[in-house]
Structure formats: structure tokens, C-alpha cells
């Protein structure tokens, strides 16, 4: 990496200026402002593009910001994003704030269809992206497009609309739906300031000047925190899509990148926690882990609780929805306590609340409700959604409070433990999902007569139970689903049944689908079929995927995804004298084109293959 002023020695800047400057103006532009001014010199952002100091980041954002402005982004607009994971990325994301408009993120990893369905949503005024993605997604049509790789880097900038306000929206992020169609989630500048306030007055944030890996998808709210980071005078360092499904890769950004914090999932964390604390260990320091997005269970808190004691990381719980702007509560994790979403930022306010709306007794199981500034606007172009979800807070008449959906206990210290859901939204590897999207959207692939998506608790993923016509197929089914759904909306497992069950009121019984699930035999135990590199690579399969595995078996369709592809590589790295990457179970995913590749970097590294 070049060589950056550190955050302590920029003569005469006075890091805290930033937040003093979101905090009068309640908008995030300010603080990147000062940091531009006064820690000109420092890393500002590092991507495989480039690496740019606070100084060139700003002057490119402001560049980027004249050719959105003239391509249609004005303020009271929206506009969409679609690039890789770059630096120009979180220049783009920045420019699109500085036209006064408010961007709407799109992962290029989301199926073509999806990205479709939110842009015609959100009825954008113009598409930032490259040639290559509108060519592959593709996006345009009536639709302005603005390629980042047209551009030309000497135009001059031109005057830009004037400076975002408090209540000016700053983004839409689209979340998993209940009657099929994502729904856009609008976040104000006040807001989105409020939460970056809320998180350093906790304590959750290191010093000014922190270097921040930003790991989160940029349809996963979280991510604005990440790359957000800026807008305080922190530093960020994208990963890019190999470090984020490679943990021998994330762990070795995390080191020659000597960044200080990531955020993560429970889901993720399990697999990264080993080599993250192997470069705390080495490197003596150590690293900040903020995990969210899914309830952390008790041996996850434990594990990370004693890394904290250990001084190798310091973890934080952090809990919100994405209506009140990403995370409304914090918790250190620490040991000899059951998992808890810790206490409110100091501008949120918390209802425990009956099946009526009435506040409960601490210690009384009860919805989450939440209140303050960090609410949302309400849900683009939804305005009954809006009003079901965002209504009157009981204790302040006249103000709003945000449902989340969520049961909590109060305990008597004031902290909240979770307890589950009053409705069937579930969270896969963080992101919010709505089995209702995944049905209407399944419910449209060839021959399926009904469908039903149950979680299953063994796993922890998604089960669909199919119905399907006459000759239709259920390799049909996964084909839909692969092109229209994101990964973790796909259920990782299908059952094809003769007929959905119902309840009295005629809806799928999905109590007695559940029912089913658990009535399953545990899976059993994998034969190794012989010793050596062979056998162990059988065995974690079978582990990983709990079913029973063939040469031709299929990771990916037999449930395999992501982080369980992680899981596969780290388990076999840990067991054998070489290093197995994620990379290799995405290039051979048939048991048999696995076990094949892995036996031959074992035979180059002189292991007995068996």
C-alpha cells in the first residue's frame, strides 16, 4: 500500500471536528468535508483500483458528482449504483450525496431480474454503473445511463445543486418483501448522521482515524456503515468479492492492510474467527469485531467472548432494523452472561409492548418498538405498508414509532434479550427474508402448482416444499430460482409433495411443514471411504451438507452456499499440511471434480491422498 499520514500526525487537525460538524449539521457530507481539509494526506479509501487519500477522494467524488448531476441526478432524485466493489465505488455512492440526490445500492452478484424488478420500483433518475454490467444485467432501455468508464477525467466539474438538508433523503436500500416485490426503505441525511452519533457516543467506534474493512454486500444496510466510515475521518478498505468468500484471504486484507475493524454476521464470523485471531496474535493488536444481522447463539457468545479476554479482538452485538437506520443498540460481549442486543444509542428510544400496543413490565416478553430520529421516512411509494409499521408511539403521543416485529425481554439492568419473531421473516447469513417473496417468485417457474418455504431449525436455512404438474421437473424449480433470487433467498433443500397441506382457513400449513422437518432422522454419520486426502474431503461433505454424497453430487444444489463453501475449505485447510481455497469448491462443484482438484494440490505438497 503507499505510504499515508496517520491519523495523529496531521499538524494541527483536530480529528473530533468531524463528528462536531455531523452533529451541528445533522447531514454526513461535512464530516468528509474536514477530514479532506485538514487530513488531506491520510488513506481515505483502498480498493483493488486504486488507493486515494482523503485530498483525491474528494476531488473525485466532486467529478463523479458533476457527470451524475449532468446526467439527470438532481436533488429529490434517486439514483442507482451498480459497480463492482472498488474505491470508485464509495466515490460514486458519495457523488451521487453530493448532487443532493440519494442513491439506491445494487449488488452486480443479484440476478438480473432482481436488479430489474428494484429499479422499476424505485423509479430512478439515472443508472451509474460500467459497460460491462449494463451489457450483462441488461439494465437501460428508457432508463439514463451513466458508464463510469466513459467518462472523460478532464471535463471540467460544473456547479452542483445546493447542499443536501437534515430531511433530505440519502439513500433507499431494498429489503425482502412479503408479497413478492423488495420494498425500498428511505433514510434521511438526519438519520443516517444521528446513527454515525449514536455509534461513537456508545463507545462501538475506535479513534478517529480507524481503519474500517468494509465486508458487507451493498444491499445489506450494514454496508453504509462500513464505507459510510469516511464521513467521520475514518479510513476504508473494500474487499473485494475473492476476500469475502476466502477466509485465508479476508484474513490476510485484515493483516497487510492493518485495518482495525470489520463487521460481519454470526454466520460468517464462525468460519473467519480462527485466522482473524491468528493475525491479532501475530501483529500484537487487537481487532475490533462488530457482528449483527442474525441472533448470536450462546456458543458463538462464548467463543467470542473468550477471544475478547485473550485481548485478540474486541466484539460488539449490534442490533436494528433497516427502517431505523442499520442498528439502534450495542452490547459488548463479554463472559458469564446469556446473549443479549445490549442498551439503545442515546437518541433511540425503546417500547416493549403487548400483543395490543401496551408497554409491558420488564421481564414481560413483548414487541420490539422503537423511536427517535434514526427512523426511516416510511417505505418508497408504500404508503399503507407505511402506515401499518410506522404508527403513534403510545408513550409520546403525536410521535412515530417503528414495529420491528421483533420479541424482546427487558431485563432489570435495562438490557434486551431477544426472543424471536412474531411473524415468518427469518434472517439467512443477515439479510432480512421474506418467505412470501420467495413463494410469489417461485411460485412462477414451470409446472409449480404450490409452494411453501418453512425455515428449517436443524440447519438453519430455507426448505421449500414443491407441488408441482404433471410431468414438470425440480431441477426447473432450482433453475428459477438461481436466475431471480439472490443466494441466500434460495432454499438450500426442496421436497416435492403431493399436495401443500392447509389449514382450516385454506393457507399452507406451515406448522405441519415445520413438523416434518423435525420429524427427519438425524443425518448419519458419513463413511470416509478410505483414509487419506480422500476421505476427509468425503467426510467434510457429508458434515457440511448433513446428506448422503455421490460423485455427482452437486454442492451448490445439494445446499451448498457461500459461507458453507467457506466452511468446507476451512475445515479441510485446518486438517491437512496445505491450504484448500473457497475458490476451488466455486470451480469443481460436483463431489467428484472436488475431490479430484483437492487430491492434486495434496499430491503437490506430498500428502497421502488415499
Not at 21 to 39: E, F, H, K
Not at 53 to 72: C, I, K, P, T
Not at 462 to 481: I, M, Q, T, W
Request: hydrophobic residues 45%; proline residues 6%; charged residues 20%.
Amino acid at each position: 500500500m503507499r505510504v499515508f499520514a496517520d491519523a495523529d500526525a496531521v499538524t494541527g487537525a483536530e480529528p473530533e471536528s468531524a463528528l462536531a460538524a455531523l452533529r451541528r449539521t445533522r447531514t454526513v457530507l461535512p464530516g468528509l468535508r474536514y477530514a479532506a481539509r485538514a487530513c488531506g494526506d491520510r488513506l481515505a479509501v483502498a480498493g483493488p483500483d486504486a488507493e486515494l487519500s482523503f485530498r483525491e477522494f474528494d476531488e473525485l467524488s466532486d467529478r463523479l458528482a458533476g457527470a451524475v448531476a449532468a446526467a439527470g441526478g438532481r436533488s429529490a432524485t434517486l439514483v442507482a449504483v451498480l459497480l463492482p466493489r472498488t474505491a470508485e465505488l464509495v466515490a460514486a455512492f458519495v457523488a451521487v450525496l453530493k448532487c443532493g440526490a440519494a442513491f439506491v445500492p445494487l449488488d452486480p452478484e443479484q440476478p438480473s431480474p432482481r436488479i430489474a424488478a428494484i429499479l422499476a420500483e424505485a423509479g430512478v433518475s439515472v443508472l451509474v454503473t460500467t459497460s460491462e454490467l449494463a451489457e450483462r444485467h441488461a439494465v437501460g432501455g428508457d432508463l439514463p445511463v451513466l458508464a463510469l468508464d466513459r467518462i472523460d477525467p478532464a471535463a471540467p466539474t460544473g456547479a452542483l445543486p445546493r447542499e443536501p438538508a437534515p430531511d433530505d433523503l440519502a439513500y433507499v436500500i431494498f429489503t425482502s418483501g412479503s408479497t413478492g416485490t423488495p420494498k425500498g426503505v428511505q433514510i434521511s441525511h438526519r438519520s443516517l448522521a444521528t446513527f454515525f452519533l449514536g455509534l461513537d457516543e456508545a463507545g462501538v467506534f475506535g479513534p478517529v482515524g480507524t481503519r474500517v474493512g468494509w465486508n458487507a454486500s451493498v444491499s445489506f444496510d450494514p454496508s453504509v456503515q462500513q464505507w459510510g466510515r469516511i464521513f467521520r475521518g475514518d479510513s476504508v478498505v473494500v474487499f473485494d468479492e475473492a476476500a469475502r468468500r476466502d477466509t485465508a484471504l479476508f484474513a490476510g486484507l485484515v493483516e497487510t492492510a492493518r485495518i482495525d475493524e470489520f463487521d460481519t454476521t454470526p454466520s460468517h464470523v464462525r468460519v473467519l474467527l480462527d485466522e482473524v485471531a491468528a493475525v491479532a496474535r501475530r501483529s500484537g493488536r487487537s481487532i475490533r469485531v462488530l457482528v449483527g444481522g442474525e441472533a448470536i447463539d450462546q456458543p458463538l457468545w462464548d467463543r467470542l467472548s473468550a477471544l475478547g479476554k485473550q485481548g485478540l479482538i474486541e466484539p460488539y452485538n449490534m442490533y436494528g432494523p433497516t427502517e431505523v437506520t442499520i442498528a439502534a443498540t450495542s452490547a459488548r460481549i463479554t463472559a458469564g452472561v446469556r446473549p443479549h442486543l445490549g442498551e439503545p444509542f442515546a437518541e433511540v428510544g425503546v417500547r416493549v409492548l403487548d400483543a395490543a400496543g401496551r408497554p409491558v413490565a420488564d421481564g414481560t416478553e413483548g414487541e420490539l418498538g422503537l423511536v427517535g430520529p434514526m427512523l426511516a421516512r416510511g417505505y418508497l411509494r408504500r404508503p399503507e405498508l407505511t402506515a401499518r409499521r410506522f404508527v403513534e408511539d403510545p408513550l409520546e403521543p403525536g410521535s412515530r414509532m417503528y414495529l420491528t416485529g421483533d420479541l424482546v425481554v427487558r431485563t432489570a439492568d435495562g438490557a434486551l434479550e431477544y426472543r424471536g419473531r412474531i411473524d415468518e421473516q427469518v434472517k439467512i447469513r443477515g439479510h432480512r427474508v421474506e418467505p412470501g417473496e420467495i413463494e410469489s417468485t417461485l411460485g412462477r417457474a414451470p409446472g409449480v402448482v404450490q409452494i411453501a418455504v418453512v425455515p428449517d431449525t436443524r440447519s438453519g436455512a430455507l426448505h421449500a416444499f414443491v407441488e408441482l404438474s404433471g410431468p414438470a421437473a425440480l431441477s426447473a424449480v432450482r433453475d428459477h430460482a438461481a436466475r431471480h433470487l439472490p443466494e441466500w433467498m434460495c432454499p438450500s433443500a426442496y421436497s416435492v409433495v403431493a399436495a401443500i397441506p392447509r389449514t382450516i382457513a385454506g393457507k399452507a400449513d406451515k406448522a405441519a411443514l415445520a413438523a416434518l422437518l423435525d420429524q427427519r432422522a438425524a443425518p448419519e454419520p458419513v463413511a470416509t471411504g478410505g483414509s487419506g486426502v480422500s476421505g476427509l474431503v468425503l467426510a467434510v461433505w457429508g458434515e457440511v451438507l448433513g446428506s448422503e454424497i455421490g460423485a455427482d453430487t452437486d454442492f451448490f444444489d445439494s445446499g451448498g452456499h457461500s459461507l458453507s463453501a467457506m466452511h468446507v475449505a476451512t475445515r479441510l485447510t485446518e486438517s491437512l499440511a496445505f491450504r484448500v481455497p473457497t475458490r476451488l469448491l466455486f470451480e469443481n462443484k460436483r463431489f467428484a471434480e472436488f475431490e479430484a482438484a483437492v487430491c492434486a494440490l495434496a499430491q503437490r505438497a506430498g500428502a497421502e491422498v488415499g
